[in-house]
């Protein structure tokens, strides 16, 4: 079955600071990978998507995403974070067809001033 | 851009009513899904649909139902709220890209109260 595992459920980090989110997937084949960001009180935005290609993609709002079969991981980064980036961020997994999507619970970040 | 509508962003209801949750997209995409959220359990889904009256249980569709008469509307029906409904809802839709690949768009959400 797939699943999916966000290791942190909270992480702090400076203003300015790099910053990684961990996500490791489980599933058989080769995966779509997604990473949605959650403002406080609001629904989820697309951030960026792997499907094929070229394993590191780029997002929005300066993130970018790293596939690594090997290891099952598709994390999350940015070199310089900044106070707005603050919420919360799932990554998620699918299959395709009309299938949903799987989620991880989710990683709650917090940017210190 | 694709917008996906959720009528009701706050609801406080008492247990034992029939409770109804509105979502609508205006691309004309094909799937829709409810999900919801609580702390710490992350997004669960609780039905999607693929197809006008179409529908598919998701992981969580206990004490929950829900109508799709036109393809721009789905809703999520709760026939008799218990506290343990109290959760924020997600409505998303999605298209079938070439990529083979689905990529949900989400509402604001709905959070819900059960007195």
């Known amino acids: 079955a797939q699943s999916v595992t966000q290791p942190d459920i909270h992480i702090t980090v400076s203003e300015g600071a790099s910053l990684e989110l961990r996500c490791n997937y489980s599933y058989g084949a080769t995966p779509y990978l997604f990473w949605y960001v959650q403002s406080p009180g609001q629904g989820l935005q697309l951030l960026l998507k792997?499907?094929?290609?070229?394993?590191l993609v780029q997002g929005i709002k300066g993130f970018e995403a790293e596939f690594k079969r090997s290891q099952s991981s598709f994390n999350l980064r940015k070199p310089s974070v900044h106070w707005s980036d603050a919420a919360e961020y799932f990554c998620?997994?699918?299959?395709?067809?009309?299938?949903?999507?799987?989620f991880g619970k989710g990683t709650k970040l917090s940017v210190k001033p | 851009d694709v917008k996906v509508t959720q009528s009701s962003r706050y609801l406080v209801k008492r247990t034992g009513e029939k409770v109804f949750l509105e979502c609508v997209q205006d691309?004309?995409?094909?799937?829709m899904f409810w999900y919801r959220q609580d702390p710490g359990l992350g997004l669960r889904l609780i039905y999607f649909s693929y197809d006008v009256k179409m529908k598919e249980k998701g992981d969580i569709p206990e004490g929950y139902s829900v109508s799709r008469e036109k393809k721009e509307r789905f809703s999520l029906i709760l026939e008799s709220a218990s506290t343990n409904q109290t959760s924020m809802y997600l409505c998303a839709s999605s298209f079938l890209g070439n990529s083979g690949a689905n990529v949900l768009t989400f509402g604001a959400g709905s959070r819900l109260t059960v007195l």
């Open positions: 792997y499907f094929s290609g070229d394993t």
């Open positions: 998620a997994v699918g299959t395709g067809s009309q299938g949903n999507l799987i």
């Open positions: 691309m004309d995409h094909e799937n």
